[in-house]
C-alpha cells in the first residue's frame, strides 16, 4: 500500500482526513459467467486488487473519518463483482460514487451511455446497494458530495441536488469520477500518452481536435455538463475535488484556490490521505 498524503486548509476547526482511493478495478468471475466475461478477470493490474482495498479500508478505519471511493470499484459486472461490492460498501467508513466500469459488461464493447447504465444497474439488483448516481454525507463539518459524471457528462438533476447540499451551509468537497477539465492537467496528459484522449470532462472544440471522432463524441460536453462545470467553478463553498479514472495521481486546481486532486490507481496499492483542516 502506497499513500500520498495532501491537504487542504479551509479553517475547520478540527481536521477531517479523508483516505481518497479509486479505481481499485476488482475482477472476480466465477461458473456463473460466460467464457468471455471469465477472460476479462486477467485483464490487467496486479492480483491484489481486493487485497489492497480491504488494506485501504483498514487503515482508514484506524486513521481516518472516512474512506471516499471515487469509483470504478469493480472492473465490469459479474456475479462476484456485485456481491464483492455490496459486501465491502456496508462498511460504514466507505463513502462511494461510481464509475464508468462499475457499469461495464464487457470493457469498452458497446457505447455506453445513460441506457446502457441503467440496465447494468437494474441487472445488478439495484447497483452496489448504495448511491451510485449522487450520493452526500456530512462528516467532522464538511460536506462529502459524490456525483457520478463516469460518461463525461452531468445530468441537470445533479446541478439541483448540489445545490440543494451546498445549502446545508458545510464546506463541501466533491467526489467524482472523471477529472474536471484543466490545462495543466490536459497538457501533462498529453505529453504523457500523446496518442490517447485525456478522458476529463469538459473538454471545449479545441482542446478536443486532436482527439479520434469517436473519442471526441464520448467526451465532448453537453449544456448540463458545461452548466454544472461553470457552478463548481463559480461556487465559494466547494472547497477541493478528489477525481480518479487516469490511474496517474495529478494535483492542480480547477480554478485559483480550487485544488483538484487525482488520484492514482487503487488496482495498484495506491491511495491520498487528504487532512482537511
Ligand atoms: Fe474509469
Avoid at 67 to 82: E, K, P, Q, W, Y
Avoid at 111 to 133: C, H, I, L, T
Amino acid at each position: 500500500m502506497q499513500i500520498e498524503k495532501s491537504s487542504v486548509i479551509i479553517g475547520l476547526k478540527k481536521p477531517v482526513r479523508i483516505l481518497h482511493v479509486t479505481d481499485s478495478h476488482v475482477a472476480l468471475t466465477d461458473e456463473r459467467d460466460d467464457e468471455r466475461k471469465r477472460a476479462l478477470a486477467n485483464r490487467f493490474g496486479s492480483p491484489d486488487r481486493e487485497k489492497y482495498l480491504y488494506e485501504q479500508a483498514e487503515y482508514a478505519g484506524r486513521n481516518c473519518d472516512l474512506l471516499v471511493h471515487t469509483g470504478d470499484l469493480t472492473d465490469f459486472v459479474s456475479h462476484a463483482n456485485t456481491e464483492f461490492a455490496r459486501e465491502i460498501l456496508k462498511n460504514e467508513k466507505i463513502f462511494f460514487i461510481a464509475g464508468n466500469h462499475d457499469y461495464s459488461q464487457y470493457v469498452g464493447e458497446a457505447w455506453e451511455d445513460k441506457a446502457y447504465r441503467m440496465n447494468s444497474y437494474m441487472q445488478m439488483g439495484g447497483g452496489f446497494g448504495v448511491p451510485m448516481f449522487f450520493n452526500s454525507r456530512i462528516v467532522g463539518g464538511v460536506n462529502i458530495v459524490g456525483i457520478d459524471d463516469s460518461y463525461y457528462l452531468f445530468e441537470d438533476w445533479q446541478l439541483w441536488r448540489l445545490k440543494r447540499d451546498v445549502s446545508k451551509g458545510y464546506p463541501v468537497i466533491l467526489a467524482v469520477h472523471d477529472p474536471i477539465f484543466e490545462e495543466s492537467l490536459y497538457r501533462y496528459h498529453r505529453q504523457r500518452l500523446p496518442d490517447e484522449p485525456t478522458y476529463l470532462v469538459g473538454c471545449d472544440e479545441e482542446h478536443l481536435l486532436p482527439y479520434s471522432e469517436f473519442r471526441a463524441v464520448q467526451q465532448r460536453p453537453d449544456q448540463p455538463t458545461l452548466r454544472m462545470i461553470e457552478y463548481i467553478k463559480s461556487e465559494p463553498a466547494i472547497k477541493a475535488v478528489l477525481a480518479g479514472h487516469l490511474h496517474f495521481s495529478y494535483v492542480s486546481e480547477i480554478r485559483p484556490g480550487l485544488p483538484q486532486f487525482v488520484t492514482g490507481g487503487g488496482y495498484n496499492g495506491v491511495a491520498r490521505e487528504l487532512t482537511v483542516i
